[in-house]
């Protein structure tokens, strides 16, 4: 068994012991995202992204261009990006990028990701802040 296939199931019962209104989905191997990344399923929404762990919902920025993230010193306190380890693969959509302090972050469909600091996984409320920043959907 892999790590990945491992971190999954670890994932679910550290989930349901610390607990959150929110299910995770169970692991597939045919959708490859980072062990930063998890699925969760919203209600009527279906499943989307979240950060591993924490569960926050993930966000993108209209100002970053692909490949480059424009959120940089004090944009990044309050959007905190979802770094990729050193050494960290494409992962069939994700990919990562290298950010002005030269560590690696994950983008989605060339994307660079990022949470809200103070997000609630059950109730984001960055989704339109300054017109720039929207939720990360999940799309087959």
């Known amino acids: 068994m892999t790590a990945r296939a491992i971190r999954k199931p670890v994932a679910a019962v550290l ?3 610390c607990g959150s209104g929110a299910a995770w989905a ?3 191997a045919t959708l490859p995202y980072p062990t930063e990344v998890a699925l969760s399923e919203v209600g009527d929404k279906g499943y989307v992204f979240v950060r591993f762990p924490g ?3 993930l ?3 209209d100002l970053d261009r692909a490949g480059r993230s424009f959120c940089n010193e004090g944009c ?3 959007h905190p990006p979802i770094l990729a380890p050193a050494g960290a693969k494409p992962l069939g959509e994700w990919t990562t990028i290298r950010r002005d302090d030269g560590l690696l972050q ?3 469909r060339g994307r660079p990701v990022y949470t809200l600091f103070h997000d609630s996984p059950n109730a984001p409320h960055g989704d339109g802040e300054g017109g ?3 939720l990360l959907p999940y799309e087959k």
Do not use: G, L, N
Request: charged fraction near 15%; proline fraction near 0%; aromatic fraction near 34%.
């Open 15 to 17: 989930f349901m012991v």
């Open 132 to 134: 720039v920043w929207h």
């Open 106 to 108: 994950w983008a989605y």
């Open 59 to 61: 966000y993108t920025y």
């Open 55 to 57: 569960a926050q919902r």
């Open 76 to 78: 990044d306190s309050a």
């Open 26 to 28: 169970a692991f597939d």
